[in-house]
């Protein structure tokens, strides 16, 4: 639909900005922290810097919130460690964990910032790897809800917006890029296995989030990335809806429905796999009612039919930051991706498309009828500062109006959104580029060569969100 007016957005609309522990906070051995698998695989990315240090959030996180307030930040979605609260196999938590997530927590709402926290954002303790081989063995269930329950214990009384695992159908399809696929020859099957061990941490914490939160509201945060079919071509049609399924209906009709859908049962059949689903991990998931979904959405997808006889080919992505990188996969019998000729893309090859962010609210909107957060969404791109001193991002801006734009457009469609936190505040480390690839409002001072000051500098894009955050979404800078 087209409207006369731009769009409005609801009054109490939560406007913030994202991280993830391991990419912002540095101090990976202070204060008790014992190492994560994702330290160990971010060590692996070189020539990149690795997680020791990132933004060094932990020593200013004061000096952080305190910008976010300045920007007129209402909430602020971010991550605990789970080596920092557990650094080993101890039944007694890490008071010193506690205490800086704590010590963030009054800070937030000192400054009337509501902290949205993540669970589990991929920094899983090696000596929970090492006991329960990552997370191939179903020993991790109880471990994770002892640690969630801790949070929940903890933090509870303050933090009421919370999410079980970020991406978890990313981790799926990308097990060997996250670290999560241990065995790529068989991983094939595996990833089944691996998926329903996640799903029963994420049904347990939906559970005791509602157990010990008062108030408590708790989502699963999906990888969005909505997918169109490359011509009107009827095949082309399912094989956007088989692509649309293998990387995130399955997962995102599991979390609402709480059940495994028609179409993954069948496909388990056809390909001879057994997710290993024992007596009564269906009735425990269908307990898990989740409250809201966290969505992060940075680009689209396009797919088109691939015969049952082609040649399979896995999804490479762009790793370089130079453009013409990537590689699509194809999935015979299922899918292939291709490139969309109607939209730009990123130096990193990333689709840039505002409206495929409207199109995936109207569809989980549609689908699934539950409220929805944006929790990440940005444009990852070579920063530097000018000789004014300044940072300069005009198509930062650009990326993100265009966004906004669309998430507005949705609400006026009829969905109802409830808070935008765009990847990501301070510059911080990429999954696989350090610090070469940034997103931030506010540029840190460092580089992946040389540790510099650190030095927090408001990107010209800090100060046209925070005109717009401000005006509730009617200041668009035109
Ligand atoms: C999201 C992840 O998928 O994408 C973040 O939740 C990640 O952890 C972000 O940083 C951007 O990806 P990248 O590879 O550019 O850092």
Known sequence: MFYKQDPVFPKDFL????SAAWQVEG???????????IDLNSQKKKPYTDNSIAADHYHHYEEDVKLMA?????????????????????????????DFYNNLINELIKHNIEPIVTLYHYDMPVWVDEK???????????????????CFTEFGDRVKYWHSLNEQNMQICYGDWLGVAKYPETWFKD?????????????????????????????????????????????DQIAAMNAEELTEKVWNDFYAHREYNGFIKSYWKENDIDPEIHDGDMELIKEAKIDFFALNCYRSNTAKA??????????????????????????????????????????????????????????VWDHYQL????????????DSVSEDGKVHDPKRIEFLRDQIYQVGLAIMDGCEVISYNPWSFTDLLSTGNGMAKRYGLVYINTTDEELLDLKRIPKDSFYWYSNLIKSNGSDWGK
Not at 81 to 97: F, H, L, M, V
Not at 371 to 382: L, Q, R, S, V, W
């Open 371 to 382: 409220p929805m957060m944006i929790t990440e969404n940005g444009y990852g791109a070579y």
């Open 132 to 150: 329960y081989n990552g997370w191939y063995d179903r020993g991790i269930i109880d471990a994770f809800d002892r640690y969630v329950r801790t």
């Open 27 to 37: 101090a990976v051995n202070e204060d008790g922290r014992t190492t994560a698998i």
């Open 70 to 98: 300045e920007c007129g930040f209402s909430s602020y979605r971010f991550s605990i460690a789970w080596p920092r609260i557990y650094p080993s196999d101890s039944t007694e938590p890490n008071q010193k964990g506690i």
């Open 15 to 18: 406007w913030g900005a994202s």
């Open 306 to 363: 691939c015969g049952i006889d082609e040649e399979p080919r896995e999804y490479k992505l762009n790793k370089s930051g130079v453009k013409g990188n990537l590689e699509f996969p194809k999935v015979p019998g299922l899918y292939q991706l291709t490139e969309n000729p109607y939209v730009e893309t990123t130096d990193w090859d990333w689709e840039i498309d505002p409206v495929a962010m409207r199109y995936m609210l109207r569809y």
């Open 191 to 235: 990833k089944w296995k691996v998926n329903h061990i996640m799903n029963m941490c994420h049904a347990k914490a939906v559970i005791a989030c509602h157990e010990l939160v008062e108030d408590g509201k708790i989502g699963p945060v999906p990888g969005y990335v909505p997918i169109y079919p490359a011509s009107a071509h009827p095949d």
